[in-house]
């Protein structure tokens, strides 16, 4: 395949829209997969999480040959990621290409990471090609979410093509738009050898694939490459490309996309965004990425303190296939030994301990999820911290602590302008700033509006995405992305149980939140923590004061003697559960508490 038959592109689209449905109608139409075969699973959203949540969580290279006018020509798909979390994987993808689909939904028009993922491609440099999908739905608008295109991003209607992604009409006009519209990619084969590295996996035998994007000369099975970053040297065992799955092939040519085994053992030493090249030729690396940056940190502990070797290697072999989880060892007093793991959002933390539990059986404790403050000492240095037991116990004028900050996101809401009241409200009550809104259309009985401002992290990580969903009827588009640091009043709030400190439990809030969170959680532990031989204070703290209070009441000896006659079974049930749980029992000071007691007060809302 020499250059100028290669297409590569991505299809990039707000989530739903339906960027799944038209990959695989791609392979399709070129018979790059069965029609039949396939039943109604998405061939590219591999792992059962994502097809549980219809989201794209790991992004997948499929290449397709399309032949026109009698030449082949060999299309590469990059398929990203559709979420707000996922925006490094995104960006990642699109340096392999040259153009990208800009899918949006007839029924939806432009949503918020529309708009995002317009962005990151023009930034880019690369090719859009707006595609308006669904337009089989009843409730399709193609005319006005045209024009919303042509108003949001100064595309001509007269380009915009319309599609349906399920029943297939269209994308004929897809294939040859991406034929004539994107332009084939500059490498040339005499040139030395070099490879762009933008995913990598983990298999169990033949140890890390990279997928590679070729930018100049030609590799083949038993070349010897380095790399630029680290300098380490392979030997290419096999390679190929994704046609859907890997299919093995003699060469990887100049503008081509596709996957290589060398001897690469640790998924740590492929470094996303770096480049390779021959051994002996060393060439100017490309301009690599930013690495992700966790944006959220929660401890991980194991239900039963006997399994942390256990959970220790199930984390381990699930970072392997998702390199942007960060993890650190940590310790708890009541939780013992667990992981502090780092991830890009909320969805990402959610997804990896639903694979963790899917794939590896394990039953975990989740801390609440903290974001990385900053803490800015008199003489300026500065410390990010990500777990709340090392903030300092009193921010004030008198210690040594200068400032904290915390981590704010610019936020875009796209909402029917009905809704707007609604959305803020629930911006102003989470602490936005710099509000500002704007009318996306003005044509049509419900005109749309886009509302931005700058949203404390903390804030957006909790659930202020259903809020935003369930106030706006499900309406509501968000995205965001990082602004910085901005000076904030927070403090470290602490639990105590009959005085002493529960270090599992520490939260970092804003000053406007102590009282609502104070009493809410000491509420919460009243409910969950059994109760004891005696009296028990359950108070909330930040520094010296005590914010809230509840006092858990003396239980008598026998266990079952709250339980009114004739209930043998429940009895028993009680004596048993006791005799079970006093296994795991953990002392707080003289106060006995069950691991499951943190599973129950740290799963609950
Ligand atoms: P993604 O999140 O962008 O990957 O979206 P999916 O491809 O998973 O599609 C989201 C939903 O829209 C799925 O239920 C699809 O079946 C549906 N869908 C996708 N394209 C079309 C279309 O052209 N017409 C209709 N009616 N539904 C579609
Ligand atoms: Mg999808």
């Not at 010897?224 to 290419?236: D, G, N």
């Not at 029917?416 to 809104?437: I, K, S, V, W």
Request: net charge neutral; with cysteine.
């Amino acid at each position: 395949y020499p250059c100028d038959v290669i297409r590569n592109f991505s299809i990039i689209a707000h989530i739903d829209h339906g960027k799944s449905t038209l990959a695989d109608r791609l392979l399709e139409f070129t018979g790059t997969i069965d029609k039949k075969e396939k039943g109604n699973q998405q061939v590219l959203d591999k792992l059962k999480v994502e097809r549980e949540r219809g989201i794209t969580v790991k992004a997948q290279t499929a290449s397709m040959i399309y032949p026109y006018k009698g030449t082949k020509y060999l299309f590469n798909l990059i398929d990203t990621p559709g979420h707000v979390d996922f925006a490094w994987e995104v960006s990642r993808s699109l340096a392999a290409c040259q153009g990208a689909l800009l899918l949006v939904d007839a029924t939806q028009g432009v949503q918020a990471q529309s708009i995002s993922v317009f962005h990151i491609a023009k930034e880019r440099g690369l090719t859009i090609i707006p595609v308006l999908n669904k337009i089989d739905m009843p409730a399709a608008d193609p005319e006005r979410v045209a024009a919303q295109i042509q108003s949001t991003f100064g595309i001509d209607p007269n380009d915009v093509l319309q599609i349906s992604a399920k029943t297939g009409k269209g994308v004929d006009k897809v294939l040859e738009a991406i034929l004539t519209r994107i332009s084939p990619p500059k490498a040339n084969e005499d040139d030395p050898l070099k490879a762009f590295l933008f995913d990598s996996s983990y298999d169990r035998y033949r140890g890390v694939i990279s997928l590679l994007s070729i930018q100049g000369g030609v590799l083949r099975k038993g070349d010897k490459i380095a790399s630029c970053h680290t300098r380490k040297k392979y030997e290419v065992t096999e390679l190929g490309i994704m046609y859907p799955e890997e299919v093995p092939t003699t060469s990887l040519r100049p503008g081509q996309v596709g996957y290589i085994a060398c001897n690469m053992k640790e998924s740590s030493e492929a470094h996303i965004g770096d480049t390779l090249h021959r051994v002996g030729s060393a060439v100017e690396p490309m301009p690599g990425f930013k690495p992700a940056k966790a944006m959220v940190y929660a401890g991980v502990y194991p239900v039963d303190s006997n399994d942390f070797v256990k959970l220790e290697e199930s984390i381990k072999r699930l970072t392997l296939t998702d390199r942007s989880v960060e993890v650190m060892r940590e310790s708890s007093t009541a939780l013992g030994q667990g992981c502090r793991l780092g991830f890009l959002g909320t969805l990402h933390m959610d997804v990896f301990r639903q694979r963790l539990e899917d794939e590896y059986n394990a039953n975990v404790i989740i801390t609440a999820p903290t974001v990385p403050f900053k803490v800015v000492y008199k003489d300026n240095k500065t410390v990010i911290i990500s777990n709340p037991v090392d903030f300092p116990d009193t921010v004030d004028s008198s210690g040594r602590v200068k400032e904290v900050q915390e981590p704010v996101v610019s936020a875009t809401i796209i909402v029917p302008e009905e809704y707007l009241g609604e959305m803020m409200d629930l911006c102003y009550t989470h602490r936005a700033e710099e509000m500002d809104h704007r009318y996306l259309d003005t044509s049509g009985t419900s005109a749309r509006v886009i509302l931005t401002c700058i949203l404390p992290l903390s804030e957006v990580v909790t659930n202020f995405f259903d809020k935003l969903k369930s106030r706006s009827s499900g309406f509501a588009s968000f995205d965001y992305e990082d602004a910085g640091y901005r000076p904030s009043k927070l403090s470290k709030m602490i639990f105590l149980l009959n005085g002493k400190p529960v270090d599992a439990l520490a939260l970092i809030i804003h000053r406007s939140a102590e009282q609502e969170v104070g009493r809410a959680w000491v509420k919460k532990l009243h409910k969950v923590i059994p109760r004891q031989l005696f009296e028990v204070p359950i108070q909330a703290a930040v520094g010296k004061r005590i914010i809230a209070r509840e006092t858990l009441s003396a239980m008598r000896a026998d266990v079952t003697a709250g339980l009114y006659g004739g209930h043998y079974e429940r009895k028993l049930k009680h004596l048993v559960n006791q005799k079970e749980s006093k296994k795991r029992m953990k002392k707080f000071g003289n106060v006995d508490l069950p691991q499951e007691a943190f599973y129950d007060i740290l799963s609950t809302k």
